[in-house]
């Protein structure tokens, strides 16, 4: 299963494990595997390359906690005032 959500960084960006620091307007991606390992991935809004968000990847117990995790992820990342 996999959750999208559009967002837009705060000043000093995201780290990314692959090319360091992105900012501006970015898509949260959550992909949830049948083990529990969530994978969490950003990219520019509208490209095509995803980036590994750095330290954010987990495993959950129940696959019913996802989309919290999802929501929980966007809210700290989303910060379009700073």
């Given amino acids: 299963m996999t959750l999208t959500s559009l967002f837009k960084a705060g000043p ?4 990314t ?3 360091g620091v992105i900012t501006g307007d970015l898509e ?3 992909t949830l595997a049948d ?4 994978t969490v991935e950003i ?6 390359e995803w980036y590994r968000l750095a330290a954010a ?5 129940d696959p019913k906690d ?3 995790v999802h929501h929980a992820l966007l809210g700290v990342l989303n910060r379009p005032e700073g």
């Fill in 66 to 68: 996802h989309e919290p």
């Fill in 35 to 38: 083990d529990g390992a969530v």
């Fill in 43 to 48: 990219r520019y809004e509208g490209a095509d």
């Fill in 17 to 19: 494990d692959d090319v």
């Fill in 28 to 30: 949260l991606r959550t």
């Fill in 12 to 15: 000093g960006g995201v780290m």
């Fill in 57 to 61: 990847d987990c495993r959950l117990a």
